[in-house]
């Protein structure tokens, strides 16, 4: 109901809100300004109140937000309050290291396979979960029926295997290789893209590095 | 020159435009329409043309992009025929794996030195690189005078940490870390934050299922 009302700009801008409010109430910040979050979060006051304000208003004249109950609504209308099971699929050197952040289970995800192409890694254990041949992955999913499937494999086989998985029930990817995901019945998928990131980066540093040139 | 002319709204589409390119060319792509490219990358033709007009008239009417020469235009605009010198700090199990990351080698990144606190990690190598104790750091970006610095520590202790970096010449920060950083000088930072994408994907599932739940 909530959500509906809620643009994607704004959901997108949620996770870092929850953030920030996180570590006020960790910190033992009860009220706080939209002036105050706003300088905390570097974006302009008004900002703040018109994402805020779409769903529903928190801020009071002169009061501030009441920054557990703002968490908390931001919690729920990001899902957080749900569980959901998850499985990895790729246990090389990124795969391992996301199936040991130890951030996900902290959001309500839950690791409960590993699948990997390789006849190696097979049996090998990874935060407590022990890795499977991929050919195996069908007859996990039929079973457990996860709801999120992390993707740490490489960008030529990844298109067919998230048909794949949303034709196994997988409701959401998470996607980490080197490709957009387009799913047949358009799934959700969201992409952690490494090498645009350090692309972008690249360009910044270089644009400085320009600068300063041109300037000596 | 040619960068200050370019919006960072259409940078931040660009490395994606390169990995389509680059794709395009592996397949052995010479010539594309914008039309072909738009369809290939789910955007509109017009967002297509608008953009590559950024930096000079690359389509010609009626003969579509020189694919090879638009690719190798936008990696110059990104700064990938520069090569960057790049530290780690965090050999943690997200920082062995980004340390490991083929695609960085790629992009002209050449990681140069890792550093934990940890004792017990020092002396590990990781991906042909020796880590260090962090108490070597200033004494190691003296001499060898990193430009690149990756980091994949606790949120902590980052902003400290970057403004230290900054200090000893380092000119980006790759950051890994559940906090957004801001220098004193403001020398560029692209972050990677795990958790905000995974709760963008807690959203979209949840919204999802609740639709789910009401049709049903």
């Known amino acids: 109901m909530l959500k509906k009302a ?23 910040t009860t009220r706080i300004s939209s002036k105050a979050l706003s300088e ?7 900002q703040i109140r018109q994402d805020l304000n779409c769903f529903g208003g928190f801020g009071q004249q002169g009061y501030g937000y009441n920054v557990e109950e703002l968490q908390k609504t931001i919690a729920e209308i990001l899902g957080l309050h749900r569980n959901y099971t998850m499985i990895m699929i790729g246990a090389g050197n990124l795969g391992r290291a996301i199936a040991n952040y130890a951030g996900f289970k902290r959001r309500g995800f839950n690791l409960i396979g590993i699948f990997d192409n390789a006849p190696e890694l097979e049996g090998q254990v990874v935060n407590g979960v022990t890795v499977m041949h991929t050919d195996k992955l069908e007859n996990f999913c039929k079973i457990h029926k996860p709801q999120i499937a992390a993707l740490t494999i490489p960008k030529a086989s990844v298109n067919e295997l998230a048909n794949r998985l949303d034709s196994y029930g997988v409701q959401g990817i ?7 995901i387009v799913t047949d019945r358009a799934i959700p998928v969201e992409s952690v893209h490494l090498s645009d990131s350090l692309m972008t980066l690249s360009y910044r540093v270089s644009a400085a590095m320009e600068q300063e040139e041109a300037e000596s």
């Open 40 to 46: 905390k979060m570097n974006v302009t006051a008004s």
């Open 6 to 28: 809620v643009p994607i700009v704004v959901v997108r801008r949620l996770p870092r809100y929850y953030r920030y409010l996180s570590e006020l109430l960790e910190g033992g």
């Open 174 to 180: 998470w996607n980490f290789s080197h490709a957009d």
